[in-house]
């Protein structure tokens, strides 16, 4: 008896992640299912939304918009700062990604979008900001979650403790 998916449910699924031009961003089919802990904030919020309810077996489709997802575009999260501030880097080309400090000393990471001359664009918006996203999904086995799992707040692979 397969239960539905609730808060503290670990659930896997499989999961094809399409743009709105259909082509393909992501996905785990080929490979492992994606487990997660439902509710404690380990997907996207509109993803999370959809599969409330679901059980093993279900498969369905969910349209996830920008607010649901990764948030909207921040015009302010793009800047054009001097190659300078790149030293120490011996390769830097449009797309690649880097981890920076932000004002007030947290973690964030920034890419190269554009290189003319010795102006860089680096942008700090998630890389799926402001994009609709299409999921294809299939629920693959949904659990209880352990008590440390849910005290933890994500999956602990093969009952591991840690």
């Not at 659930?11 to 992640?17: A, D, G, I, K, R």
């Not at 909207?72 to 800047?79: A, L, P, R």
């Not at 390769?91 to 979008?113: D, N, P």
């Amino acid at each position: 008896m397969s239960s539905a998916i609730e808060k503290n449910s670990v659930v896997s699924l499989h999961y094809t992640l399409r743009n709105d031009a259909g082509e393909v961003m992501d996905s785990s089919q080929g490979g492992d299912p994606l487990t997660y802990l439902h509710g404690a904030n380990n997907l996207i919020p509109g993803l999370e939304l959809e599969l409330e309810g679901k059980a093993t077996g279900d498969s369905f489709s969910a349209t996830i918009p920008p607010d649901q997802a990764y948030g909207e575009v921040h015009e302010e999260y793009i800047q054009v700062i001097s190659r300078e501030m790149f030293q120490g880097v011996d390769e830097l080309e449009v797309g690649k990604a880097f981890m920076a400090q932000g004002e007030g000393g947290e973690q964030q990471q920034i890419r190269v979008t554009a290189i003319e001359g010795d102006d860089i664009t680096i942008d700090a918006n998630h890389p799926m900001a402001g994009l609709t996203l299409h999921f294809e999904i299939e629920v693959v086995e949904v659990r209880e979650g352990t008590e440390q799992e849910i005290a933890h707040g994500h999956v602990h692979r093969d009952g591991a403790d840690h």
